[in-house]
């Protein structure tokens, strides 16, 4: 296997979908010829697949997002790129509206088997609009899929399988991850939805994470382990659907839960996977379950006051500690 890149590895999983299908497609800002896209995912497709297969749209959301639900309820397979997660909210009838309940109002006629790609997430300092964390708002959407891929080898395998499916998806990434490297076999796999991944073994506690926040996650254990705390690290990789299977029987195991995400605090994913536990496992909770968010305030400009925003491995370590010791 090959060492590569999260952009790498996705690039690489849309080019074999690409490949494999003539009804694949791209669209979206500044992806084509010119540019390759904000952060370089689709650079070098346009000269490979031509101008018709990468398409550079105009300056809409709006357009982009309803293009490929018309796009995919006639046949097609598009994969819609928004450049910043934000601006979602500008296409937010054509996702939540009609891309989410077609096949139901439909009665299973048609389905909407699109991929609508976006990057979530601060660390840039590139303000309030550039820097949300919004999948809550779609998990919250019956009738959209929700692949949150943090590692390069899961964005390859989960982005093959979100085109293929028959159903809406939507694939968020990560700013701050594009550059981590992991080895990426050669040949084709996929990875199915709603299968969870344990990044790490535990047995005091279970950390459950998205994003770069799994990466984080995963260095908090390492400091918790010369502690003498061992925790037990969870990636979804998608959340919807959503394995609890994989998250309740790891509470049942340790007893303990810290949910860590870069949302805001109030009415983030944390909150409906805190309600879960708390139904389906509350007679095997030693200690209260503990979240480490974002506070509720729009994303700072300033670098020192968006570190201080962010969740970092020391709020993340306290939790821990909090319920542990």
Not at 88 to 117: E, H, W
Not at 136 to 164: N, Q, S
Not at 218 to 231: K, Q, T
């Amino acid at each position: 296997m090959a060492e590569k890149s999260y952009r790498e590895a996705l690039k690489e999983g849309l080019r074999e979908e690409m490949q494999r299908d003539d009804r694949v497609f791209l669209m979206g800002e500044d992806i084509g010829l010119n540019w390759g896209g904000a952060f370089k995912v689709t650079k070098g497709l346009a000269e490979e697949f031509g101008e018709e297969r990468v398409r550079d749209t105009p300056i809409s959301e709006n357009t982009i997002a309803g293009a490929a639900v018309g796009a995919a309820i006639t046949g097609m397979r598009p994969v819609a790129e928004i450049m910043f997660g934000d601006l979602i909210t500008l296409a937010m009838d054509q996702v939540c509206n009609q891309a989410a309940k077609m096949r139901y109002m439909f009665g299973g006629q048609t389905s909407v088997p699109m991929v609508l790609r976006t990057v979530f997430g601060g660390g840039k300092n590139i303000a309030s609009h550039h820097s949300q964390s919004l999948e809550a708002w779609f998990m919250h959407t019956p009738g959209l899929k929700i692949a949150v891929p943090a590692f390069a080898y899961d964005v390859k395998g989960l982005i093959k399988t979100a085109i293929r499916d028959p159903d809406p998806v939507m694939f968020f990434e990560h700013k701050l991850v594009y550059d981590k490297k992991e080895e990426v076999p050669e040949e084709e796999y996929l990875i199915p939805l709603g299968e969870a991944k344990i990044r790490r073994e535990g047995a005091d506690v279970t950390l459950w994470a998205t994003f770069l926040m799994v990466h984080k996650a995963l260095e908090v254990a390492d400091e918790l382990a010369r502690e003498g705390i061992s925790a037990e690290v969870i990636d979804p990789r998608t959340l919807v659907p959503l394995d609890k299977e994989t998250l309740i029987k790891s509470v049942k195991k340790t007893g303990r839960l810290v949910l860590v995400t870069e949302e805001t605090r109030t009415g983030a994913t944390t909150a409906e996977i805190a309600a879960i536990v708390q139904e389906e496992a509350f007679d095997w909770l030693d200690a209260p379950i503990r979240r480490v968010n974002a506070p509720d305030t729009p994303i700072p400009f300033s670098p020192t006051l968006e570190d201080f925003f962010i969740p970092d491995n020391n709020r993340i370590a306290q939790a821990v500690r909090s319920i542990v010791q």
